[in-house]
């Protein structure tokens, strides 16, 4: 009973990691209708900059709040200088662009910062809780992410922005009628998802320890996560994100031997994803003829 | 016209013949060695998710600028080509075909990586290109009566696994054994090494093992998995980043088997300080060279040489990187076995020099650990020693250990 | 190549072209050296790679972003066959080409479900799992190990050496899968894959069976990489899992768009780009060598966003145009302006 919690425990710390980036992957998503497979090494080489701040005296909440500026700003850049080129071209354009900025950042980061392992310091204190269960940074990550799901469901629901953000991604031409920068839309989009980013490595970095590989591995747990909550859905990434990150513990440690738990867990979501294609809380599309 | 095309084609070919001709006059010559130079190849992966092992190429590069700055190896300049695998063995066949065929290097130093070193073995000894100092610990490598070009370097994972079987089974015969491993050839190179020194007992020993991918987020379910087997012993065989979080896991969980670290992932800056110094207390490990980071080494001088070799080419955020003390020592060794061949640089000769160390020593090395190979023998570092961890740095304890091999 | 093209100059002109670029392929490795005809031969392999995920990609629009995976299990077949049971290393093409093909259907039918990102999560998972499992059964694939081939023996009586034989052999393979997948992609198949591409309630109004088309380009797909994968084990001589990662299913992607997704020649620009951009870029940095890598795929998708071979179709016609109204002086035959 002790391991079960245990487990469960576990993956709820590893799933709450998997679900911050996961909202960055879904706010891209619905502002653009594009997955960016750079959003992990752009989250990470937000956490360097965080780093760098730091080792040179700056206070964390200080360089939390400029990292966050700045990876804002630069998320917009992005968008207007490299996607924007490709904006109207194929799809498969467009996430062959990602993939380079994947390759570019991830080189970028183990150029300047070289691939040694970096110590990240936490907010929190390190502090074991409810008898071994978690530590207060897992508790940690949890809640930053709740707090940010909570964030971008007001966004999305109660502000104009957010409404502009949503017209413009379902239906550019006509938004643009109504007066909305579509343009602006998808630069703010971007932004907003860089920030979202950069707190999720912020938040990860004391517990998986920072270099230029820190997100690799975790934007396909993420990515899963998010379809399996459903693309469209920032409820969806969260919830999502834990599923994926408990079964994949439950799998490995009841079902089968942990070389084969990632396939086995992916075999079982693909599987629930058969009898819900638009993942669990996702939003049907409907095609018109 | 005729005679002058004639006498054109005459005159190439004769310098045709005199460019590709391999002896010299000052001596013996390989392909890829002149008068004032010598071409070296080299794989490593620059980029892709071992990326973190290329330090060891960068490392190098800048030991060879420093060795030719000084005048070279007997007056000859070293030209250093290392190109990026990035761990993918079709590419490694690819590059290493270019560095032998197209380059025309004398040999190939340390490619790194088990898969990639594999996918070139056959074709290094079949065209005789020396293999030497391969970057890896897999036990493999030494078999020169099969593969006479290929040497190590490290001592194998399997005998330093085997060092910790010995300790267990005098010191904990009845200990219930678990084991974390990275889920590749290094990683089950412990397992198996743990399992063949065990002997039969293994078997009964083993109660638990749990893998884990590099592109694992974490290993906390592992970890967890391990504390339910009922284990009091763990052996991690572990890179540093999960190495680190083992270390932090298992203390969180309020386990405290007898934990033994592998050497790879035993790094005080990069492993024991993140996981937090307290929570490492009493881990065991063996090692060879000195851990960079380790306060114990901060005045031994051939320590501060290295880290003002390290400052002085650009390389100072690597101090911490135990990889970065490690390409060190392989590139001392291989200037130091080109020194001998003097003025006969065959590959033939290579190989025998390299064949030929006796009690070579090296700055970085633990005192009492040298290099030995024979003719039968292509496991220079067979040596290692254990070490506790105090909460500050580690603490050697007992004789240097010859290991014996798979 | 764009279906359907009759009578007209820029057939003939492409014609042409092929017999010219043939005729230079096979005199090539000649002129070149060992090392190039092997690196040649490789650039080969990753084309026919390429070309099967073209054909699900590109004419029948589902991605996959897993074909790495399915790269490594016709490699895996041909090793497993040469190794453990001692078959000729030309008879295991079949084999893995059957086996690959089944594996695509297997994947294809639930992939029916999916579209979109999620159709590239289940395809994912196909790269993901790959490595897996092959580390995971370890007696039947070496495990972690891999698997040493020997390198095979070309026919004594044709006189060639072995980089040489086996170019040619991976050469014959190309053009085969070239014009199978010319004759499948311009014939109805072809046209089924496109519709299907294009306007799937439209094409299932029409009375196509959209399932069966579907899977059968999947099946088609992954047959044609399954077998590029064989040629590879038997090319490189060595099979591990390290050799079939992510990466390689996302290389493979990559190729695919930089050369043209949908068409054939342009699984050719794609094997290029595959092994020559990243050696080129570790000339340039030896630093950083895939951020020039990331750079040049960015450039390509920017200069020619349709692929170096798509983009030179879209341009074939006006060119040809161009060229006829340079060549021919205005005639009164108005006809004639007429492509």
């Known amino acids: 009973?002790?391991?079960?919690?245990?487990?469960?425990?576990?993956?709820?710390?590893?799933?709450?990691?998997?679900?911050?980036?996961?909202?960055?992957?879904?706010?891209?998503?619905?502002?653009?209708?594009?997955?960016?497979?750079?959003?992990?090494?752009?989250?990470?080489?937000?956490?360097?900059?965080?780093?760098?701040?730091?080792?040179?005296?700056?206070?964390?909440?200080?360089?939390?709040?400029?990292?966050?500026?700045?990876?804002?700003?630069?998320?917009?850049?992005?968008?207007?200088?490299?996607?924007?080129?490709?904006?109207?071209?194929?799809?498969?354009?467009?996430?062959?662009?990602?993939?380079?900025?994947?390759?570019?950042?991830?080189?970028?980061?183990?150029?300047?910062?070289?691939?040694?392992?970096?110590?990240?310091?936490?907010p929190f204190p390190d502090r074991i809780l409810f008898g071994a269960l978690m530590t207060t940074r897992d508790v940690g990550v949890i809640v930053v992410t709740l707090v940010m799901l909570a964030a971008?469901?007001?966004?999305?629901?109660?502000?104009?922005?957010?409404?502009?953000?949503?017209?413009?991604?379902?239906?550019?031409?006509?938004?643009?009628?109504?007066?909305?920068?579509v343009g602006r839309m998808l630069a703010l989009g971007w932004g907003f998802a860089a920030a979202i980013g950069a707190v999720a490595g912020i938040m990860v970095a004391p517990v998986l320890f920072l270099d230029p590989h820190m997100m690799s591995g975790v934007l396909l747990y993420a990515f899963t996560g998010a379809l399996l909550g459903g693309i469209t859905s920032p409820v969806g990434a969260v919830i999502g994100g834990l599923l994926v990150g408990v079964t994949e513990n439950l799998v490995g440690t009841y079902l089968i031997a942990s070389q084969l738990k990632l396939t086995v867990a992916l075999l079982l979501i693909i599987l629930v994803l058969v009898f819900r294609p638009n993942g669990l809380f996702g939003t049907a599309i409907v095609r018109r003829v | 016209m005729r005679l002058t095309r004639m006498l054109t084609g005459a005159l190439c070919a004769a310098g045709l013949m005199l460019a590709t001709s391999s002896v010299n006059a000052a001596g013996q010559y390989g392909p890829g060695v002149t008068d004032t130079e010598i071409k070296i190849g080299n794989t490593n992966p620059y980029s892709g998710p071992a990326s973190s092992y290329g330090i060891n190429g960068k490392v190098h590069a800048a030991y060879f600028n420093m060795i030719n700055e000084q005048g070279g190896?007997?007056?000859?300049?070293?030209?250093?080509?290392?190109?990026?695998?990035?761990?993918?063995?079709?590419?490694?066949?690819?590059?290493?075909?270019?560095?032998?065929?197209?380059?025309?290097?004398?040999?190939?130093?340390?490619?790194?990586?088990?898969?990639?070193?594999?996918?070139?073995?056959?074709?290094?000894?079949?065209?005789?290109?020396?293999?030497?100092?391969?970057?890896?610990?897999?036990?493999?490598?030494?078999?020169?009566?099969?593969?006479?070009?290929?040497?190590m370097w490290l001592p194998s994972y399997g005998i330093e696994a085997h060092i910790y079987a010995n300790y267990i089974l005098k010191n904990l015969p009845n200990a219930?054994?678990?084991?974390?491993?990275?889920?590749?050839?290094?990683?089950?190179?412990?397992?198996?090494?743990?399992?063949?020194g065990l002997g039969d007992k293994a078997s009964k020993m083993i109660v638990a093992t749990q893998s884990y991918e590099t592109t694992d987020p974490t290993i906390d379910s592992q970890v967890v998995a391990l504390q339910g087997s009922g284990a009091d012993v763990l052996l991690t065989a572990a890179i540093p980043k999960f190495a680190a979080q083992t270390v932090r896991k298992v203390y969180d969980i309020g386990w405290r088997p007898t934990?033994?670290?592998?050497?790879?992932?035993?790094?005080?800056?990069?492993?024991?300080?993140?996981?937090?110094?307290?929570?490492?207390?009493?881990?065991?490990?063996?090692?060879?060279?000195?851990?960079?980071?380790?306060?114990?080494?901060?005045?031994?001088?051939?320590?501060?040489?290295?880290?003002?070799?390290?400052?002085?080419?650009?390389?100072?955020?690597?101090?911490?990187?135990?990889?970065?003390?490690?390409?060190?020592?392989?590139?001392?060794?291989?200037?130091?076995?080109?020194?001998?061949?003097?003025?006969?640089?065959?590959?033939?000769?290579?190989?025998?020099?390299?064949?030929?160390?006796?009690?070579?020593?090296?700055?970085?090395l633990l005192p009492g650990i040298t290099l030995n190979t024979s003719a039968d023998d292509f496991d220079p570092i067979k040596q290692m020693q254990l070490q506790k961890f105090d909460g500050t740095t580690w603490q050697l304890f007992g004789d240097v250990i010859s290991g014996s091999g798979t | 190549m764009s279906g359907g093209q009759s009578k007209s100059s820029t057939a003939s002109w492409q014609w042409l072209g092929g017999v010219v670029l043939i005729v230079l392929a096979m005199?090539?490795?000649?002129?070149?050296?060992?090392?190039?005809?092997?690196?040649?031969?490789?650039?080969?392999?990753?084309?026919?790679?390429?070309?099967?995920?073209?054909?699900?990609?590109?004419?029948?629009?589902?991605?996959?972003?897993?074909?790495?995976?399915?790269?490594?299990?016709?490699?895996?077949?041909?090793?497993?066959?040469?190794?453990?049971?001692?078959?000729?290393?030309?008879?295991?093409?079949?084999?893995?080409?059957?086996?690959?093909?089944?594996?695509?259907?297997?994947?294809?039918?639930?992939?029916?479900?999916?579209?979109?990102?999620?159709?590239?999560?289940?395809?994912?998972?196909?790269?993901?799992?790959?490595?897996?499992?092959?580390?995971?059964?370890?007696?039947?694939?070496?495990?972690?190990?891999?698997?040493?081939?020997?390198?095979?023996?070309?026919?004594?009586?044709?006189?060639?050496?072995?980089?040489?034989?086996?170019?040619?052999?991976?050469?014959?393979?190309?053009?085969?899968?070239m014009r199978v997948a010319a004759n499948l992609l311009n014939g109805r198949t072809g046209r089924a894959f496109v519709a299907i591409r294009d306007h799937p309630i439209a094409a299932a109004a029409m009375g196509i069976n959209t399932a069966r088309y579907k899977t059968l380009a999947f099946g088609t797909s992954t047959l044609f990489t399954g077998v590029a994968g064989a040629l590879a084990a038997i090319v490189i001589g060595f099979v591990a899992p390290e050799s079939f990662t992510l990466f390689l299913s996302l290389s493979f992607l990559v190729g695919s768009a930089v050369g043209g997704i949908a068409t054939i020649g342009g699984a050719i620009v794609g094997g290029f780009f595959i092994v020559f951009v990243p050696n080129l870029a570790n000339e340039i940095s030896d630093a950083a060598p895939w951020a020039i890598y990331g750079l040049a795929m960015l450039l390509f998708m920017y200069v020619m966003p349709r692929g170096v071979i798509g983009t030179a179709e879209a341009l074939g016609p006006s060119l040809t145009r161009a060229a006829q109204r340079f060549r021919t002086a205005p005639s009164a035959n108005k006809s004639e302006w007429k492509t």
């Not at chain 1, 007001?154 to 239906?171: D, E, S, V």
């Not at chain 3, 001692?86 to 479900?113: K, Q, S």
């Open chain 1, 1 to 122: 009973m002790h391991q079960l919690l245990q487990q469960i425990f576990s993956g709820l710390a590893a799933g709450a990691i998997y679900a911050s980036l996961a909202l960055a992957l879904v706010m891209i998503y619905r502002a653009t209708d594009l997955v960016n497979f750079a959003q992990g090494e752009m989250a990470m080489f937000s956490t360097y900059i965080a780093w760098t701040l730091v080792n040179a005296g700056f206070p964390f909440w200080g360089a939390f709040v400029i990292t966050l500026f700045a990876s804002f700003v630069g998320g917009m850049a992005i968008e207007r200088i490299v996607i924007r080129p490709v904006e109207n071209a194929p799809i498969l354009t467009a996430v062959v662009v990602t993939i380079g900025l994947l390759l570019i950042f991830n080189a970028l980061a183990g150029w300047i910062y070289s691939y040694t392992l970096q110590e990240f310091p936490s």
């Open chain 1, 152 to 181: 971008l469901f007001f966004f999305f629901r109660f502000t104009p922005t957010g409404l502009a953000m949503r017209a413009a991604a379902q239906n550019p031409e006509s938004a643009q009628l109504c007066g909305i920068h």
């Open chain 2, 73 to 151: 190896i007997n007056g000859r300049k070293i030209n250093y080509i290392s190109r990026d695998d990035a761990y993918s063995p079709p590419k490694t066949v690819e590059l290493v075909r270019q560095l032998v065929e197209q380059d025309k290097v004398f040999l190939l130093f340390a490619p790194l990586g088990t898969p990639p070193n594999m996918s070139i073995h056959s074709y290094l000894n079949e065209n005789k290109v020396p293999q030497l100092f391969v970057a890896t610990g897999a036990d493999q490598w030494n078999d020169p009566k099969h593969f006479p070009w290929t040497m």
């Open chain 2, 176 to 196: 219930k054994i678990a084991v974390l491993y990275q889920n590749d050839d290094y990683g089950k190179d412990y397992l198996n090494g743990l399992r063949a």
């Open chain 2, 259 to 364: 934990h033994f670290l592998n050497s790879v992932g035993n790094s005080v800056g990069l492993v024991m300080k993140p996981a937090g110094l307290e929570k490492g207390v009493g881990i065991i490990s063996a090692t060879y060279i000195m851990d960079p980071t380790d306060p114990r080494w901060q005045n031994d001088p051939g320590y501060k040489e290295w880290v003002a070799f390290m400052n002085s080419h650009g390389l100072s955020g690597s101090i911490t990187d135990s990889q970065a003390a490690i390409g060190y020592s392989y590139a001392q060794t291989l200037v130091e076995v080109l020194k001998r061949c003097g003025d006969d640089l065959t590959r033939e000769n290579v190989m025998k020099q390299a064949a030929s160390l006796h009690n070579l020593q090296l700055p970085l």
């Open chain 3, 27 to 177: 005199a090539l490795p000649f002129a070149l050296s060992s090392y190039h005809v092997f690196e040649l031969t490789q650039v080969m392999i990753y084309a026919i790679a390429v070309l099967g995920l073209n054909i699900l990609t590109g004419y029948n629009g589902q991605i996959s972003l897993g074909h790495g995976g399915f790269f490594a299990a016709g490699a895996y077949t041909a090793a497993i066959l040469m190794h453990r049971y001692g078959v000729p290393y030309w008879a295991t093409l079949a084999p893995a080409a059957l086996i690959c093909f089944a594996l695509g259907v297997l994947f294809g039918l639930p992939a029916l479900r999916f579209e979109g990102p999620y159709l590239a999560l289940v395809t994912l998972a196909m790269a993901v799992a790959m490595p897996q499992l092959l580390k995971y059964f370890g007696t039947w694939t070496g495990g972690n190990q891999g698997i040493v081939l020997t390198k095979p023996v070309p026919p004594a009586a044709i006189g060639l050496d072995r980089d040489r034989w086996l170019y040619f052999l991976v050469l014959i393979v190309l053009l085969l899968a």
